[in-house]
């Protein structure tokens, strides 16, 4: 059993999906929190997370390690506008940009999963602590989003 499966990766995506997909437009443009992002907007952050991590992920396990830069969140969040966007295109959105990220996962070589990854000035991880990080990651904002949290 590969990592993907160990994971469940692909069941994560599509239960999320699907308890996503009740959300009215008009609830999406909520705050998780006072002062805090909007649902869209961490819906958006997970987005830029996978985008972010689908470049680390294939780096390491084409060239057996990887060094990049972080992001600056926020930044990232406005500059999308995801406030803005309609709530079904960004769960679209997000739900095919993790179907391609799964689909990478599937198929690193079980020899690359403990490729050294640095993330900006952070300390070396390995590229199977950054896979399950990251399904951590978006587990977490999947329960905010949800109001579960």
């Given at each position: 059993m590969n990592l993907y499966e160990q994971l469940r990766f692909g069941d994560r995506i599509d239960s999320g999906?699907?308890?996503?997909r009740d959300i009215p437009e008009n609830h999406s443009l909520t705050a998780f929190r006072d002062?805090?992002?909007t649902r869209k907007e961490i819906l958006g952050h997970l987005i830029?997370?996978?985008?972010?991590?689908?470049?680390?992920?294939?780096?390491?396990?084409?060239?057996?390690?990887?060094?990049g830069p972080?992001?600056?969140q926020g930044d990232w969040v406005d500059i999308h506008g995801y406030r803005s966007m309609p709530w079904a295109?960004?769960?679209?959105?997000?739900?095919?940009?993790?179907?391609?990220?799964?689909?990478?996962?599937?198929?690193?070589?079980?020899?690359?999963l403990e490729a050294a990854c640095r993330v900006g000035g952070n300390a070396p991880v390995?590229?199977?602590?950054?896979?399950?990080?990251?399904?951590?990651?978006?587990?977490y904002h999947l329960q905010q989003i949800l109001g579960t949290t």
């Amino acid at each position: 059993m590969n990592l993907y499966e160990q994971l469940r990766f692909g069941d994560r995506i599509d239960s999320g999906y699907r308890a996503l997909r009740d959300i009215p437009e008009n609830h999406s443009l909520t705050a998780f929190r006072d002062g805090g992002w909007t649902r869209k907007e961490i819906l958006g952050h997970l987005i830029d997370s996978a985008l972010n991590n689908h470049q680390r992920f294939v780096r390491a396990a084409l060239d057996g390690s990887y060094e990049g830069p972080t992001y600056v969140q926020g930044d990232w969040v406005d500059i999308h506008g995801y406030r803005s966007m309609p709530w079904a295109d960004l769960l679209e959105h997000w739900r095919l940009q993790n179907l391609l990220l799964g689909a990478v996962v599937q198929r690193v070589p079980e020899g690359r999963l403990e490729a050294a990854c640095r993330v900006g000035g952070n300390a070396p991880v390995t590229l199977r602590f950054l896979i399950e990080d990251y399904l951590v990651h978006l587990e977490y904002h999947l329960q905010q989003i949800l109001g579960t949290t």
